[in-house]
């Protein structure tokens, strides 16, 4: 019998994972600075890779947190709770809970367990059906807000509650609670078991096989990440906000929200304007500022991002927001901190039509100059009053 690796073969193996990083995307050399941030970025991932990797599997299916402001990879929506549970496409399973109150939810099946670990190796979808989506507003809800719906290739004979047919070759769960006032709005709770077998503890194997592969879960997402991002500089370009040419419109999500992306570049003097049509109808909208890594910039500690309940949208329609690290002054700022350069992205979701946005650079010091008249202003003590209940309220959100 093969011995398994010991708790310092294991580390071993992790040991070279940050300086090969450096040294692929920082070739010429890395600031203490970036040395510590991607020291910081792999450990939050080897902790989302136990979580939802080594600690849970599809026997004894556990929705785990996924991303969020700990675990900040893959530019993470601030209004999203992600989840992930392992399934396996032969079992049968249910998912119970309570819905909330928070503006949706949904349940994707994923082909694979990680998004993106190695999807610029493969070729890119251009359309087709995408991974199923289920919403919980398509279920019965009860009274009391609480749910069952079963998960299985074929309906359960006797079974007449809700039912979701599983895809062929899915691998996990994909959960998305969205929430725009994360005060006001409770958040779903939800739990899963599988039900044609109880399953057994995992193998000593298993587990350190799971745990053997963490090394390939960082660079992978790491790698995954910063070429998007680059991507984005290439095809896109500086200081723009455009419809997204690499998220498909062909299944998934894809057929239900508009991707708008950009490279945000601007000195600590400057500013960039943002300025859309606010599409009517629409169940969502949000825009958000990221790293050259795509970790969203820190959302419980800065306004680096808004939504269609936390932004102020002008008389006339249109949203008219601020990038900069200078404060200017504006209800609409997108803090970008220290960031010198990374992804600008906004979303909209289930509207009618998509607009076109602008975005124009000019001096902070004067972008009062360049917007309208009337212009939501904010004053200091609001300032802080406004980041104060921004904080609260990401901490209120059930992520854990």
Same mark, same amino acid.
């Given at each position: 019998?093969?011995?398994?690796?010991?708790?310092?073969?294991? &580390? *071993?193996?992790? %040991?070279? +994972?940050? %300086?090969?990083? &450096?040294a692929i995307w920082r070739p010429d050399g890395a600031t203490d600075a970036e040395v510590q941030d991607m020291n910081r970025l792999a450990l939050s991932i080897l902790a989302c890779g136990y979580l939802c990797h080594v600690y849970t599997d599809a026997d004894r299916p556990v929705l785990m947190p996924l991303w969020n402001y700990a675990c900040n990879q893959g530019g993470p929506n601030p209004d999203y709770v992600y989840l992930q549970a392992e399934v396996d496409e032969d079992g049968v399973y249910e998912i119970t809970g309570f819905r909330g109150t928070s503006r949706f939810v949904e349940v994707t099946q994923q082909q694979r367990r990680v998004l993106g670990m190695d999807l610029f190796d493969r070729p890119r979808?251009?359309?087709? *059906?995408?991974?199923t989506t289920h919403e919980l507003d398509d279920l019965t809800i009860g009274d009391d807000g609480s749910f069952r719906v079963v998960l299985s290739a074929e309906r359960p004979e006797g079974h007449t509650g809700d039912w979701w047919p599983m895809d062929p070759g899915v691998q996990s769960l994909l959960v998305r609670k969205c929430a725009c006032d994360w005060i006001g709005e409770v958040d779903a709770r939800i739990a899963i078991n599988r039900l044609d077998r109880r399953g057994d503890d995992m193998a000593p194997a298993e587990v350190a096989r799971r745990f053997s592969e963490m090394p390939q879960w960082i660079e992978g997402m790491i790698h995954f990440d910063m070429h998007l991002v680059r991507y984005y500089l290439e095809h896109h370009g500086i200081n723009v906000l455009t419809r997204s040419q690499w998220i498909q419109q062909g299944g998934g999500l894809a057929t239900k929200q508009a991707y708008?992306?950009?490279? !945000?570049?601007?000195g600590d003097d400057e500013a960039l304007i943002v300025e859309f049509p606010v599409p009517d109808p629409c169940r969502y909208w949000q825009i958000l500022v990221a790293d050259d *890594? /795509?970790?969203? +910039? %820190?959302?419980? #500690? *800065?306004?680096?991002?808004? #939504?269609? +309940?936390?932004? !102020? +949208? %002008?008389?006339?329609?249109? /949203?008219r927001g601020v990038v900069s690290r200078r404060d200017p002054g504006v209800h609409n700022w997108l803090d970008k901190a220290d960031v010198p350069w990374g992804i600008l992205q906004a979303r909209f979701y289930r509207a009618d039509e998509y607009p076109e946005a602008t975005v124009t650079k000019v001096p902070v010091a004067s972008v009062l100059d360049h917007l309208p008249a009337g212009t939501r202003t904010v004053t200091a003590g609001e300032r802080e009053a406004q980041l104060r209940r921004r904080r609260t309220g990401a901490q209120l959100r059930q992520i854990w």
């Open positions: 019998m093969t011995a398994l690796p010991t708790w310092q073969e294991q &580390l *071993r193996a992790l %040991d070279p +994972v940050v %300086d090969d990083l &450096l979808p251009t359309g087709g *059906r995408g991974p708008y992306d950009g490279i !945000h570049q601007i *890594r /795509f970790s969203t +910039v %820190d959302w419980v #500690n *800065r306004q680096s991002s808004l #939504n269609d +309940v936390q932004a !102020h +949208v %002008d008389d006339d329609g249109w /949203f």
